[in-house]
């Protein structure tokens, strides 16, 4: 009788026993599903942000070429044409040529200034380029300039390589760097250095310096807007009398926050 006891005790146990096994696979399986379908959603939005962050970037740089071309075909042609008919009215007397010479080096530098933007807001160089040779183009065009000296320094074997966005995102956030040293640093002397495992740029000037807490008006907002958009962080360091330093670096962790779903 006790061994009949004994022995249905150890078939309910060995039943309980296998019900559990059965319910912890069971609940397993489920939640390996949830992960899987978690990790597809993830992957599904992350596909998402990035198509609609291209799509944006190949806006933004439509419409700047569309300005770009405006400004060199009909801007910088109404100015030429101006300033040709200011030298021949230069040349009618002596007088008209000393009233007018103010002007026709307004019209001149007006020129100048409509030129550059308008080949700063082109990406002809960038896309028949890659970044460093369009960056080290940019850089000795305004070595060229007399404003300031720029120095670009990579190393010797540099081999990472940018999707089309990175490409086009960087370059514009290193316009935009060297636009707000040269409207507002009164810097000489910019150096700018690229590093590639892991990347990092660099941008350092011996300028005046300014508040970084107080960033309006700089386009600092604008240039960390743009590099999060492409998974990259910037940090600008800045006191007033001591230059600035800009560090533009790749962040680890985008596009790989869907591993915590495997």
């Known amino acids: 009788m006790n061994d009949k006891i004994v022995f249905g005790i150890l078939i309910s146990l060995i039943f309980v026993c296998t019900i559990i096994v059965f319910c912890a696979f069971l609940i397993k399986l489920y939640i390996n599903k949830i992960r899987s379908y978690t990790a597809q959603l993830y992957q599904k939005d992350l596909d998402l942000q990035k198509a609609l962050t291209q799509t944006v970037i190949e ?26 008919q200011i030298e021949a009215l230069r040349l009618d007397s002596a007088q008209n040529n000393t009233t007018l010479e103010p002007l026709s080096e307004a019209v001149k530098k007006l020129s100048e ?4 933007l308008s080949h700063s807001l082109s990406n002809q160089l960038l896309m028949s380029n890659d970044l ?8 000795e065009r305004l070595n060229k300039t007399g404003r300031i000296a720029v120095s670009f320094n990579i190393p010797q074997h540099f081999d990472k390589v940018f999707d089309t966005n990175e490409k086009t995102v960087l370059y514009r956030i290193f316009q935009e760097s060297m636009n707000n040293i040269l409207k507002h640093s009164k810097a000489t002397y910019v150096n700018i250095t690229m590093t590639d495992h892991p ?7 011996d300028g005046k310096g300014f508040d970084a807490s107080d960033t309006s008006g700089l386009g600092v907002a604008n240039m960390k807007q743009r590099a999060t958009s492409i998974g990259y962080e910037i ?3 800045s006191v007033p009398g001591t230059g600035t ?8 962790t985008y596009g790989k926050n869907d591993d915590r779903h495997h």
Not at 199 to 205: G, K, L, N, Q, R
């Open 113 to 116: 200034s409509i030129r550059n």
């Open 245 to 252: 330093i800009i560090r533009l670096q790749q962040n680890d």
């Open 59 to 84: 806006t933004q740089e439509q419409v700047l070429q569309n300005i770009s071309q405006d400004l060199h075909d009909d801007a910088g042609q109404q100015l030429t044409y101006i300033n040709f």
């Open 235 to 237: 940090d600008i360091s």
């Open 199 to 205: 990347f990092e740029m660099v941008i350092s000037d």
């Open 132 to 139: 460093m040779k369009a960056i080290a183009s940019e850089s």
